[in-house]
């Protein structure tokens, strides 16, 4: 298998009033090319920190990380526009990534059709539910076609019903679209879909 993320000794340390604190210690792993990858752990243990890093958000202390090809990150919030229908944020990182071609835009289009929202496009975020928030800004960040999906928490926010429902919606989406992701998670049944 071909490995699309290496991960290796990677630490984070962060100054504080009253010293050091470490917030990541030696860090070493791998993902293989369509693999769906969790670490699970309890909050503030640097799950968080560890995406951020990896994503190139946040700078490490130490440590390597090689990845092949575009990342996508899915936080907590589905971030959604609040004053643009869904259409329009779905293809919001295709804009600012001046990505918005006749052929992506089609791929986005197959995408709202093949997971329910096609129907809901010209409606915005605050008429959608939960789960059709979240399956919106799935879509959003698949648009851009990214090798690994990083998906920070990205069901915590939701009741736990919907979180239950939404879960198995994402990664069966995730599967069919051949994507390789890295969850980070405190909720064990999330994580070991």
Known sequence: MKKVLEVKNVSKRYQAKNGEVEALKDISF???????????GPSGCGKSTLLSIIAGLEAKTQGDIKSIGALGYMLQKDSLLEWR???DNVMFGLEISHQK??????????????????????????????????????IRTLAIK?????LDEAFSALD?????????DI???????????????????????
């Open 171 to 193: 990664f069966k989406i995730l599967k069919n679209e051949n994507i390789t992701a890295l969850i980070v998670t405190h909720d064990i049944s999330e994580g070991s879909f």
């Open 85 to 87: 229908n869904i259409y």
């Open 146 to 150: 990214p090798k690994i999906l990083l």
């Open 30 to 40: 791998h993902v293989n090319e369509g693999e769906f990858v969790s670490i699970i």
């Open 160 to 168: 736990y019903q919907t979180r239950i429902m939404v879960t198995a």
């Open 101 to 138: 071609t006749k052929e992506n835009e089609n791929y986005v289009k197959d995408l709202l059709k093949k997971y329910d929202l096609y129907e809901f496009k010209d409606k915005y975020p605050n008429q959608l539910s939960g789960g059709m928030r979240q399956r919106a800004a799935l």
